[in-house]
């Protein structure tokens, strides 16, 4: 926080600046939020012939369900713990659903993940949750899922998986702080959820799978917005040294 100008990816993080620098002056703080490749990740995107054969060839079985997936790294305060107890309840009310875990464990964490494992056998959704581990297929697992969840226990400082599944076209539902919220009050409200409220979470799924909401097509977080506003920026740093 000592350069001449201080870019920020979110108005949380401004906010954070501002509330532990109280030295940096406000004026200097630009916030440029980060940006998905519409190229990389289009709106309507579908995976090809060739990957879902190859996705049935080992989750044929959750044909006709709705997929739900929280896609992160596995560690505690990204809310997988959360996520478990959503889909528990919505299985609970006879909603045919199946929660997808995309993300690996750092060795230092295979702890946690047996944790997550266990909490699954104990509340008899073996059949209902599946861990995918590191994959590399991400915007393909979005695609094909009903909604993504941003569920963490701390905010996102951006959010950027939520802004990929928003970009192909999949409703996101997520805890209203941090970057999450940021993005989902611009571009679908309907899936905030106060934060850490998890039956308010398995309502606000339900709702969106019994009357889906359409996201927009356009949105204003794209790789193109951000190198244009960085650019802005050093523009204006190597004018005023001219000065």
């Known amino acids: 926080v000592s350069g001449t100008r201080v870019i920020a990816i979110s108005d949380f993080i401004r906010g954070y600046i501002t509330g532990n620098y109280p030295q940096v002056d406000a004026r200097r703080i630009t916030v440029i939020p980060r940006g998905v490749d519409r190229a990389q990740y289009p709106f309507g995107f579908e995976p090809d012939a060739a990957w879902m054969t190859a996705w049935r060839a080992h989750y044929g079985a959750l044909d006709g369900r709705a ?78 899922s009903a909604i993504a969840c941003s569920l963490t226990t701390e905010p996102e400082a951006f959010g950027r998986t939520t802004i990929e599944a928003l970009s192909v076209g999949t409703p996101v539902v997520g805890y209203d702080y941090g970057g999450t919220s940021e993005i989902l009050r611009q571009c679908f409200p309907q899936g905030l959820v106060p934060k850490g409220n998890i039956e308010a979470a398995a309502d606000c799924i339900a709702r969106l799978l019994t009357a889906p909401q359409a996201v927009p097509r356009e949105h204003p977080y794209t790789v193109e917005a951000l190198q244009r506003a960085t650019l802005k920026v050093y523009d204006q740093v190597a004018a005023k040294g001219r000065e």
């Open 67 to 144: 997929l739900l997936i929280l896609p992160a790294r596995l560690t505690r305060w990204k809310g997988q713990l959360d996520f478990i107890e959503v889909v528990a309840l919505l299985r609970q009310r006879g909603l045919a659903v199946h929660g997808l875990i995309a993300g690996a464990a750092h060795p230092r964490k295979r702890a946690f993940e047996d944790e997550l494992r266990a909490r699954v056998a104990a509340l008899g959704l073996r059949d209902d949750v599946s861990f995918l581990g590191q994959r590399s297929d991400l915007r393909e697992l979005l695609a094909i």
